[in-house]
């Protein structure tokens, strides 16, 4: 769990990161490994956050752009995320 204490604390002093995306981020963490892909309904996220899709699209683009999330695969709807390993031991 330091590590995502790491990453956490990196997203979070990003001025670059909107309070979307650090709202998106928080959730996704307690979620989503540095190893394997989970799965991810952009829909799901927004009902859980009380967000419009479009803000949450928008916040996982920031995320993938800025390097803290990965793409993987999609499995049926949902696309599959996980932390980049590379960050595990650097500045985000």
């Given at each position: 769990?330091?590590?995502?204490?790491?990453?956490?604390?990196?997203?979070?002093?990003?001025?670059?990161?909107?309070?979307?995306?650090?709202?998106?981020?928080?959730?996704?963490?307690r979620?989503?490994?540095?190893?394997?892909?989970?799965?991810?309904?952009?829909?799901?996220?927004?009902?859980?956050?009380?967000?419009?899709?479009?803000?949450v699209?928008?916040?996982?683009?920031?995320?993938?752009?800025?390097?803290?999330l990965?793409?993987?695969?999609?499995?049926?709807?949902?696309?599959?995320?996980?932390?980049?390993?590379?960050?595990?031991?650097?500045?985000?």
């Open positions: 769990m330091q590590h995502h204490d790491f990453i956490s604390k990196a997203v979070s002093t990003d001025r670059d990161i909107t309070l979307e995306a650090l709202r998106v981020f928080t959730y996704l963490s979620r989503l490994h540095f190893d394997r892909p989970v799965p991810v309904l952009q829909s799901e996220l927004a009902d859980a956050l009380g967000m419009q899709r479009p803000n699209n928008r916040a996982i683009k920031l995320l993938e752009t800025k390097h803290i990965l793409r993987d695969s999609k499995l049926g709807r949902a696309i599959t995320f996980r932390l980049n390993p590379e960050l595990e031991g650097s500045r985000a």
